[in-house]
């Protein structure tokens, strides 16, 4: 954690103790410290030389899908050695003392495999699959990771990741809850988000016009640091558990 913050990380304290509802907006740089790599940096941003925004793509995947399997099985793989870290646990901490509602961006389910429950997966999650042709979806926790997972046992259509691509809507539902979240919380924490992708990015922004102070937790500076009420620069894995201390 960078020197000096003691001040911020006492205030957002207080406004955590004062507040009544708080929301979460987590993105890859929560998972850093679980040892999954972050979208536009590394492993995720290099693999095999194509970019996250040619791999997540129906165009891709009608194309090769099993190019774009491949690249989620991988990433299956990468989460499947990851644990929830300090960040992860704290916030299941943080809920059992206020009304915490955690949306997240991230795709690895590492949130609930901590144990928060409620979580909105704005982006779907790595794990599920979802058969072309009839929408079911399935968990395929316990599949290979060295094959394209087997077709809808329902139907026979293919199945693609349950995940959002490039290009898509998101799921209206889960958009809503979290745009509900954002204008009623006390206070907004956006952790580990380079604060790109809309329309989660805007999320920070509703909140902060419907009075709730606004606290990035990022090592970096990013595009909702002018959004924030207050920055706290370090890892969220060091960050949340000062918080919750
Ligand atoms: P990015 O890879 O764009 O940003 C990760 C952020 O995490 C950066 O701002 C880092 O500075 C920060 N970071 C790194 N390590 C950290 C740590 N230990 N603690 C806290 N922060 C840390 O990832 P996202 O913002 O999640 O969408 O990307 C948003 C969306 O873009 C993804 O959900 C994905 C992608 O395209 C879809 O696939 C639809």
Redo the contacts with the bound molecule.
């Keep these: 954690m960078a020197d000096g913050q003691e001040p911020a990380i006492d205030e957002v304290r207080a406004r955590l103790a004062a507040a009544r509802t708080v929301g979460l907006l987590?993105?890859?740089?929560?998972s850093?410290?679980s040892g999954v790599p972050?979208?536009?940096?590394g492993q995720?941003?290099l693999w095999e030389d194509r970019r996250?925004?040619d791999l997540?793509r129906m165009e891709t995947f009608r194309q090769d899908p099993g190019l774009v399997w491949r690249w989620y099985l991988w990433r299956r793989g990468l989460v499947a050695k990851a644990s929830p870290n300090a960040?992860h646990v704290a916030l299941v901490e943080l809920a059992r003392r206020l009304e915490l509602t955690v949306i997240t961006?991230?795709?690895d389910g590492l949130h609930d495999r901590a144990g928060s429950t409620g979580v909105i997966e704005?982006?779907g999650n790595l794990w599920r699959s979802r058969c072309m042709g009839c929408g079911r979806t399935r968990n395929d926790f316990s599949a290979r990771l060295d094959v394209m997972p087997a077709d809808c046992a329902h139907c026979r259509s293919p199945v693609r990741p349950d995940?959002?691509?490039?290009g898509e809507a998101l799921n209206t539902t889960l958009l809503d809850r979290a745009f509900r979240t954002a204008c009623v919380s006390d206070v907004f924490l956006v952790?580990?988000?380079?604060?790109?992708?809309q329309p989660?990015a805007s999320l920070a922004a509703i909140a902060r016009e419907n009075g709730a102070f606004v606290v990035e937790?990022?090592?970096?500076p990013?595009a909702l640091s002018q959004v924030a009420s207050v920055s706290l620069r370090?890892?969220?894995?060091e960050?949340l558990p000062a918080l919750v201390a």
């Design positions: 987590s993105g890859a740089g929560i850093a410290e972050t979208f536009r940096s995720v941003a996250p925004e997540a960040g961006q991230n795709v704005l982006h995940v959002v691509w490039f952790v580990g988000t380079s604060g790109v992708v989660a937790i990022n090592p970096e990013t370090g890892k969220a894995g960050v």
